[in-house]
């Protein structure tokens, strides 16, 4: 099930839809980091437990006292405060500001507790100690995403730490087993301390820059012009479709990006004349175009009309065949959006249940949006790009017999298409039961649709007549237009009326399913146009 969004506005792509929600996204990441960064320092202290404790008692010299040595209470309350926040943070989601005193206290509980190792147990010189807080301090740079400057600041307090400690020991300090008291071999030895210490921080700066400016780059390359992408929403042969929101009106908006790896003079052109033409169309029930054009790396996209809702095809796919009133409403809608389009001369040419999308919008229910004009040609003006898709195209389900025959394409086509969605509509079923796309292809040719009737789905006699009307193989035998087309299936009698409460039930239940986004853009199944 699915909430559907259609080829024509600002997409959703791998990135930020708005400063709420890349703040949101920001917050979820931290938070995740974090989270990895606690489970780390609990299973280390697991180790150095385990170290603490299992030394001795390999050795045949652990005693009680061993539990509750400084060392080993260190440890343990590090593991208990650890595995405490990791398993706080599984919970459900903190505020950043939270989220930051968090990480704060990552840093002074990891380099604190080597600290008081380093204190208490600073007669027996564990300088490697040290060493160990030093890499921490560049462990947690790498993992938790900070600004160079908020890393430095918040390091710095541990070699000022370290620096009293060896003030306030430095009379006492020992190396080797031996007293030393000469105030340059103690000076040096703190020099040495500040400089490991300082030479981890310098580390953990860079890496926090360094890190900071390839987030700056994934954001960059999510950006296509002046929308900010966040997940794929559908492909095809040609391009990729995402939903996307304008930096600017914060507009949700759906974004076609032109294939990189099939980018050349034809696709450009090809990919230019759908724009073109699509941006022509400004009925209701028709997608949208906003916006065309080519990122700076040379990516060609174009942004169009985001509505929420599915297609055709999932809808029956999920629900069932429609009740014929549904099935009324619906097409007579998609006849709107044609009849516009062939009063331009544009034909469709790719009608089908996966191009026919079902929405809300502005308090109305089941309103359709004809999307992907990619297939579509022009007839009042004939370019070298429509010269060189002109031939074989569509989907092999719904293409009209005169197209296969290599008759040019004219608005004819589109109303056996309409044909072709209708009766697949009802029944749940294309119109031939062909195994195999060749197969559809004869079909259409030589073999006479299978009726709803003959399907044992009982439909309006007059319904299931203007449909095989529709399917006729002699474009003249069908309907004159697609306005007369809308209006006879208007005049179409049906058991029960689709009304505007029954479509409020539907939507509801549709709705509480939590759909999520379902794939959209060109149909997988379009036969692509052979020259």
């Given amino acids: 099930m699915g909430m559907h969004a259609t080829p024509g506005g600002p997409l959703r792509a791998g990135i930020v839809l708005a400063d709420s929600e890349a703040e949101a996204a920001a917050t979820r990441h931290l938070q995740s980091r974090l989270r990895l960064l606690y489970g780390v320092m609990a299973g280390a202290a697991v180790g150095f437990y385990a170290i603490d404790q299992g030394l001795p008692l390999l050795s045949g010299t652990w005693t009680s006292d061993h539990v509750t040595k400084p060392g080993a209470l260190i440890h343990l309350g590090v593991l208990l405060l650890s595995a405490a926040i990791f398993l706080w943070l599984r919970r459900g989601p903190a505020s950043r500001r939270v989220l930051r005193v968090l990480d704060a206290a990552a840093l002074y509980l990891g380099a604190g507790a080597a600290l008081a190792v380093y204190a208490f147990l600073f007669k027996e010189g564990p300088r490697d100690v040290l060493a160990v807080t030093a890499m921490f301090i560049i462990a947690r740079a790498i993992t938790v995403p900070s600004s160079p400057l908020a890393t430095f600041l918040l390091s710095l307090p541990i070699p000022a730490a370290v620096l009293l400690i060896d003030r306030a020991y430095g009379a006492i300090w020992s190396y080797d087993e031996r007293e030393i008291t000469d105030p340059v071999v103690i ?24 890190t900071s400016a390839m987030r700056a780059r994934l954001d960059a390359a999510h950006r296509t012009g002046q929308y900010h992408l966040d997940a794929k929403i559908g492909e095809g042969q040609m391009g990729e479709v995402y939903l996307a929101t304008h930096a600017m009106l914060r507009r949700p908006t759906a974004v076609k990006l032109l294939r990189p790896e099939i980018v050349g003079a034809d696709t450009i052109a090809r990919f230019d004349q759908e724009v073109r033409l699509a941006s022509r169309l400004t009925h209701a029930n028709t997608i949208r175009i906003f916006d065309y054009g080519s990122t700076p790396d040379g990516v060609f996209y174009y942004a169009m009309e985001y509505v929420r809702g599915e297609d055709l095809e999932h809808i029956v796919a999920r629900d069932g065949p429609l009740p014929p009133a549904r099935v009324i409403h619906v097409l007579e809608q998609v006849c709107r959006s044609l009849a516009e389009a062939h009063d331009l001369g544009l034909v469709h040419r790719d009608v089908k249940a996966g191009n ?176």
């Fill in 356 to 531: 026919i999308m079902l929405c809300r919008k502005g308090g109305e229910y089941d309103v359709v949006k004809l999307v992907d004009f990619g297939l579509a040609k022009d007839l009042r003006h004939a370019s070298p790009v429509a010269e060189g898709i002109d031939a074989v195209c569509g989907t092999p389900e719904t293409i009209a017999p005169e197209v296969l025959r290599g008759e040019p394409a004219s608005p004819p086509c589109d109303l056996y298409a309409i044909g072709a969605v209708g009766v697949f509509l009802l029944t749940g079923h294309p119109i031939f039961d062909a195994p195999t796309t060749m197969g559809f292809l004869r079909a259409h040719l030589e073999e006479e649709p299978i009726s709803p009737s003959r399907r044992g789905v009982q439909v309006p006699a007059d319904l299931e007549a203007l449909l095989l009307r529709c399917l006729s193989k002699d474009p003249g035998l069908r309907p004159p237009s697609a306005i007369a087309l809308g209006d006879a299936l208007r005049a179409c009698e049906a058991p029960s009326p689709w009304t505007h409460e029954a479509a409020a039930t539907w939507w509801a239940g549709f709705e509480r399913a939590g759909a999520a986004a379902i794939p959209q853009g060109e149909p997988q199944e379009a036969m692509p146009p052979h020259s």
């Fill in 187 to 210: 000076t040096s030895a703190q020099v040495w301390n500040q400089v490991v210490l300082f030479f981890g921080i310098g580390v953990a700066t860079v890496a926090s820059h360094l």
